[in-house]
């Protein structure tokens, strides 16, 4: 286990690897390739490429970051199959 910045255990850190990976298989569930990516200040999220979904996931961010991109551009690939 890690510790914070202010010295404390970091006992939340398994539990975001563990629902970053569980994400990340749903994404590749649903047929996206996932790619990750130094994005220098731009948003991570994903597309279509040569009729392959792609999802970016950015180098630089941490694992609950990450986490959040994969959620944020999964919430967004549902809204749009849905439109």
């Not at 220098?40 to 009729?51: K, P, S, T, V, Y």
């Not at 970016?56 to 749009?80: G, M, R």
């Amino acid at each position: 286990m890690g510790t914070t910045s202010d010295g404390s255990r970091d006992s939340e850190q398994p539990n975001v690897a563990q629902r970053l990976r569980q994400r990340l298989n749903e994404a590749k569930a649903l047929g996206f390739e996932v790619r990750s990516e130094l994005f220098d200040g731009e948003n991570a999220n994903w597309c279509i490429l040569g009729g392959k979904k792609v999802l970016f996931l950015d180098l630089a961010a941490s694992t609950s970051e990450q986490l959040q991109q994969i959620e944020d551009a999964l919430q967004d690939y549902s809204l749009q199959r849905a439109a």
